[in-house]
């Protein structure tokens, strides 16, 4: 069974970054697009940033040119690179497969931006 571990959450003052990781055991990942989603209680989770196996990436409004994703196909490991942080993005951050082709979600990463 394919599982994700999400790790690098932290607290972080407004203006500051942060490193996630996301470790997906097996191969599943490697030809497929990958996408990193965050959730705040009570909202729907939301798509942040995506990569193809190729490495074309994209991301909504919000955080375009603050976060970017990347991946290491042979490490079984998707990336997400979040500078510039607002309180806004204080939220729980995930990684997973993008539509029809997600699986079990793992724990998650909390990440806090805040003074």
């Known amino acids: 069974q394919v599982q994700l571990v999400e790790s690098g959450g932290g607290l972080v003052q407004p203006g500051g970054s942060l490193r996630l990781s996301c470790a997906a055991s097996?191969?599943?990942?490697?030809?497929?697009?990958m996408g990193w989603y965050r959730q705040a209680p009570g909202k729907q989770r939301e798509l942040v940033a995506t990569i193809t196996s190729g490495g074309t990436t994209t991301y909504p409004t919000s955080v375009k040119d603050r976060f970017t994703i990347s991946r290491n196909n042979a490490k079984n490991t998707v990336y997400l690179q979040m500078n510039s942080l607002k309180p806004e993005d204080t939220e729980v951050y995930y990684c997973n497969l993008i539509g029809k082709d997600i699986i079990t979600w793992g724990q998650g990463t909390k990440v806090t931006v805040s003074s």
């Open positions: 097996g191969s599943i990942f490697r030809l497929r697009v």
